[in-house]
């Protein structure tokens, strides 16, 4: 059964950068894709952008460049890089798999509070 | 972008009773809408995909249809139990950006 694990700072600076991990265990990351999709205190799921198996990458245009999503294939981590956040950028953080970028989210992790504050 | 629009945005509800939850796109997904439920302190979880083809695991008394127009959607739940008191979500994935609906919370009354 494949566990999708978030891992990183629960506190960044406005301004700084948000970078987090996640660890894939009990199955490859391919032939799949993995997005990342957060959600704001009393708010609703957003997608931030995904990236395949083969490293191609599409992100959210609401969030105007400010995302990078990466994949190691051979530790079977997907990373998340959000630069310059503001408090609006507080939520929790999930990792997702999908059987392709365009496709329904079949497995979560469990998700990370990051919270944004000086 | 697509954007996806749910009603009600809370509904109280009782045991046993029969729950619909609708989702309507502002242009047409096709068959590429997905439900997930989301508890309180849990990820969400997928319940139906492509309107209506059920996945293993989730109780048969979940189930999705749409009216054929590619922008209607219906979430059904036949009968109510307390443990499916949640958030609900629809989901497109016919083109990117990605979206989902704003979610229906349920409550017990």
């Known amino acids: 059964q494949v566990q999708l694990q978030e891992s990183g700072p629960g506190l960044v600076k406005p301004s700084e950068t948000l970078s987090l991990t996640c660890t894939v265990s009990g199955d490859s990351i391919r032939p799949f894709a993995w997005s990342w999709v957060r959600r704001p205190p009393g708010k609703g799921l957003e997608w931030l952008g995904y990236?395949?198996?083969?490293?191609?990458?599409n992100h959210n245009p609401s969030l105007n460049s400010r995302v990078s999503i990466s994949v190691d294939t051979s530790n079977n981590l997907v990373s998340l890089n959000l630069y310059y956040v503001t408090a609006a950028d507080t939520a929790v953080y999930y990792c997702?798999?999908?059987?392709?970028?365009?496709?329904?989210?079949?497995?979560w992790g469990h998700g990370t509070l990051v919270i944004v504050s000086s | 972008e697509i954007v996806l629009t749910q009603s009600p945005d809370f509904q109280s509800v009782t045991p046993k009773e029969k729950v619909t939850i609708t989702c309507r796109a502002s242009?047409?997904?096709?068959?590429?809408l997905h439900w997930y439920q989301q508890k309180p302190d849990q990820s969400p979880k997928l319940l139906i995909k492509y309107t209506s083809q059920s996945i293993s695991g989730v109780p048969s008394r979940f189930s999705g249809s749409g009216s054929g127009s590619g922008t209607d959607f219906t979430l059904n739940i036949s009968s109510l139990e307390g443990e499916d008191i949640a958030t609900y979500y629809c989901q497109q994935s016919s083109s990117l950006p990605i979206t989902f609906g704003q979610g229906t919370r349920l409550e017990i009354k």
């Open positions: 997702a798999r999908s059987g392709t970028g365009r496709n329904c989210f079949d497995h």
């Open positions: 990236v395949s198996d083969s490293g191609y990458s």
């Open positions: 242009q047409s997904v096709g068959n590429s």
